[in-house]
Nanobody, 115 residues
Framework: QVQLVESGGGLVHPGGSLRLSCVISGPIFRVYAMGWYRQAPGKQRELVAIILGGGRENYADSVKGRFTLSRDVAKNTVDLQMNSLKPEDTAVYYC?????????WGQGTQVTVSS
């Protein structure tokens, strides 16, 4: 079973930066997509950014130009560099991995953007 462990959340001022990291273990050869979602209080979980098979990346319109995914195959990690953070980026961020028959989630890490 694929397992995901996140780290790197915290409190940051508007305009600041944070880097989230997700370590993926288990049968990762079955994973065809991995990335990050987020869920703000009272809202549905939404896609932030994802890397698909072949290396194609998709980003939510709200984070384009500010957030960047990076995958390290040797370390089995997928990181999310978040720059120019805004209060509306405040949410619990979840690492996500998808196989042909399952979807896996990390435990979530809180990101709070506040002055």
């Amino acid at each position: 079973q694929v397992q995901l462990v996140e780290s790197g959340g915290g409190l940051v001022h508007p305009g600041g930066s944070l880097r989230l990291s997700c370590v993926i273990s288990g049968p990762i050869f079955r994973v065809y997509a991995m990335g990050w979602y987020r869920q703000a209080p009272g809202k549905q979980r939404e896609l932030v950014a994802i890397i698909l098979g072949g290396g194609r990346e998709n980003y939510a319109d709200s984070v384009k130009g500010r957030f960047t995914l990076s995958r390290d195959v040797a370390k089995n990690t997928v990181d999310l560099q978040m720059n120019s953070l805004k209060p509306e980026d405040t949410a619990v961020y979840y690492c996500n991995a998808q196989t042909s028959d399952s979807t896996y989630w990390g435990q979530g890490t809180q990101v709070t953007v506040s002055s």
